[in-house]
């Protein structure tokens, strides 16, 4: 599979791992009111978050800059590019764009086009 799709894979599963953490925090508001509901919800909830985290730690490490060979969706604990606006870094910021077609790595600070990876 070429990195063109791995990408989109991964930042799907970014996608799909916000919409289950959101419903994980609205099943504990639930679990307050409704065991019932609230307990079901967030077991399924749970379980799917858990899952994209799985399928974005694999692909999130084999989608990497062309330049500086660093993974475009993992950040890591070390210094980072800063674009000059401190709220635009990270790799939530990435996985926000990546359908645009271009990204900047977080790492270097190079433009990549996410449609020519290779």
């Known amino acids: 599979m070429d990195k063109v799709k791995l990408g ?5 599963s970014i996608y799909i791992a ?10 504990l508001i639930l679990l307050i009111i ?6 079901l919800l967030f077991t399924i909830s749970l379980g799917g978050l ?10 999130g490490y084999l989608v ?3 330049n500086c060979n660093k993974c475009l969706t993992v950040q890591g604990f070390g210094k980072n ?11 939530s910021y990435v996985a ?23």
């Not at 989109?8 to 799907?12: A, S, T």
């Not at 858990?50 to 692909?59: R, S, Y």
């Open 64 to 66: 990497r800059c062309p």
């Open 81 to 91: 590019f800063h674009y000059g606006n401190r709220f635009l870094v990270g790799w």
């Open 96 to 118: 926000v764009r990546w359908f645009s077609g271009s990204v900047q790595c977080i790492h270097c600070g190079v433009e990549v086009n996410t449609n020519k990876l290779k």
């Open 8 to 12: 989109k894979l991964n930042v799907i």
């Open 34 to 39: 409704s065991q019932g509901l609230g307990l």
């Open 50 to 59: 858990l899952a994209c985290a799985i399928i974005h730690g694999i692909l």
């Open 18 to 27: 916000w919409v289950f953490l959101a419903l994980l925090i609205t099943s």
